[in-house]
């Protein structure tokens, strides 16, 4: 099935930075999510977004709509060791009750 | 707090054992779904549902089947396990209408072990 685009696989950031991870697709979406999974635990939902060009901030954490609705952007600011784990972008498209399409995830780890 | 419960954090079976990985949810949603997840390879889709008694195929079913027979209930079943079949599976709900969007509730996942 088709998946959204995120890269790279991993990222290795010093505490205190901000890190900026993006997400794409060659198809439209109506609505983009971001996904935040801990080490043995499953994802949890950080931020959703409805509208295109719509900004959404969750503390320190915030997400954008692409305008063109392909793709989609998550910025952490200041960041800090339990930031660590694997950010999932999430995708869907119109109709009700469509499924969400994800991306592979990127693992941040965060150099204290 | 809602909730999607997995019944085991942890499991190791044997080649060619029956398996069933068993999932509920508090919430009243229809949707329920199972993923598999590996290193590089992101969430796969096994089996979802839309409601109780049906299910549809998702991206990779092979070896597995699935039973919805009460709303807040989805069992995964490996019928033969396999050692290919050694991955964390995870397991989500949803329910999807009006303006809100929340995705899926995921659980903590259970991590299979096949020896």
């Known amino acids: 099935g088709q998946q959204l685009n995120q890269s790279p696989q991993s990222m290795f950031i010093q505490e205190g930075e901000d890190v900026s991870m993006n997400c794409t697709s060659s198809s439209i979406f109506n609505t983009w999510l971001w996904y935040k999974q801990e080490p043995g635990e499953g994802p949890v939902l950080l931020i959703a977004?409805?509208?295109?060009?719509e900004l959404t901030s969750n503390g320190r954490l915030t997400a954008q709509f692409g305008i063109t609705r392909k793709d989609s952007f998550l910025n952490i600011s200041a960041s800090i060791p339990s930031d660590v784990g694997i950010y999932f972008c999430?995708?869907?498209?119109?109709?009700?009750?469509?499924?969400?399409?994800f991306g592979k995830g990127i693992t941040l780890s965060v150099r204290p | 707090d809602v909730k999607v419960t997995q019944s085991s954090r942890y499991l190791v079976k044997r080649t060619g054992e029956k398996v069933f990985l068993e999932c509920v949810q508090d919430?009243?949603?229809?949707?329920m779904f199972w993923y598999r997840q590996d290193p590089g390879l992101g969430l796969r889709l096994i089996y979802f549902s839309y409601d109780v008694k049906m299910k549809e195929k998702g991206d990779i079913p092979e070896g597995y089947s699935v039973s919805r027979e009460k709303k807040e209930r989805f069992s995964l079943i490996l019928e033969s396990a396999s050692t290919n079949q050694t991955s964390m599976y995870l397991c989500?709900?949803?329910?999807?209408?009006?303006?809100?969007?929340?995705?899926?509730?995921f659980g903590s996942g259970t991590r299979l072990t096949v020896v």
């Open positions: 989500a709900s949803s329910s999807y209408g009006g303006n809100s969007d929340y995705g899926y509730t």
């Open positions: 977004l409805y509208k295109a060009g």
């Open positions: 919430m009243d949603h229809e949707n």
């Open positions: 999430a995708g869907r498209k119109a109709g009700a009750n469509s499924k969400l399409t």
